[in-house]
């Protein structure tokens, strides 16, 4: 998708992919924890094509650097159950979230991922990490701890304290908010910094290794 343009999403894909077209997405009649999750989703795509500039609001000194940094996210793809974000960090295109829903009716969840790549496309190699909601949130707020692909690939890159990540997202009518913490470890780690809905910017560049990227 060329910077600067708008995902057209079809109506009948809007349906498929449980993401409303609307300011406000429809009540989807499901069991209460699986409906959770799938509002969840729908509640993320009333925000597709759009991009929106946030801030820092967590002050671990680890994150100084970020801090300093234009941020900006553009939920920049969106597909039959799923979507996919970038977060971009100033001039750093390396950072993609994506948005899974996984299995069907009861049994529906919402996976988050961490897609970060290079400037040439390849993938870096701390990827494809983050965890399946493991309760039934709210169609506001779904935490995801991490799975056991993501702790093997964190010892297996001698990080292990990052075994204890949560991540977690909200989204409301005025914000939509990325976070991360670790509540069963002792460094306290936390980040989270949020994105103003009120106020849309132009879209940026793609992320490095989508299309458009370079």
């Known amino acids: 998708m060329k910077a600067g343009m708008r995902f057209a999403i079809p109506s009948a894909l809007c349906a498929l992919a449980l993401l409303a077209c609307s300011s406000e997405p429809e009540a989807v009649q499901a069991p209460a924890q699986s409906a959770a999750q799938q509002n969840f989703m729908a509640h993320i795509g009333t925000?597709?094509?759009r991009a929106f500039e946030g801030r820092l609001v967590s002050d671990d000194e680890a994150d100084a650097e970020i801090a300093e940094?234009?941020?900006v996210m553009h939920v920049a793809?969106?597909?039959p159950g799923q979507v996919r974000i970038p977060f971009h960090v100033g001039e750093d295109r390396s950072r993609t979230w994506v948005f899974t829903l996984t299995g069907e009716g009861e049994?529906?969840?919402?996976?988050?991922k961490h897609d970060h790549r290079h400037d040439d496309g390849s993938e870096d190699v701390l990827t494809q990490y983050g965890?399946?909601?493991?309760?039934?949130?709210?169609?506001?707020?779904?935490?995801f701890p991490a799975d056991a692909e993501s702790i093997a690939l964190f010892e297996r890159e001698a990080i292990p304290v990052s075994a204890a990540n949560v991540w977690a997202v909200e989204i409301d009518t005025t914000k939509f908010a990325y976070e991360l913490r670790r509540p069963e470890s002792a460094d306290g780690r936390f980040f989270r910094v949020e994105f103003d809905l009120t106020e849309e910017v132009d879209m940026p560049p793609a992320a490095w290794g989508?299309?458009?990227g370079t």
């Open 131 to 143: 965890g399946t909601a493991a309760d039934a949130g709210t169609r506001n707020r779904q935490e």
């Open 47 to 49: 925000l597709c094509g």
């Open 107 to 112: 049994d529906a969840r919402v996976r988050l």
């Open 77 to 79: 793809q969106c597909q």
């Open 210 to 212: 989508s299309e458009g």
């Open 69 to 71: 940094q234009r941020l």
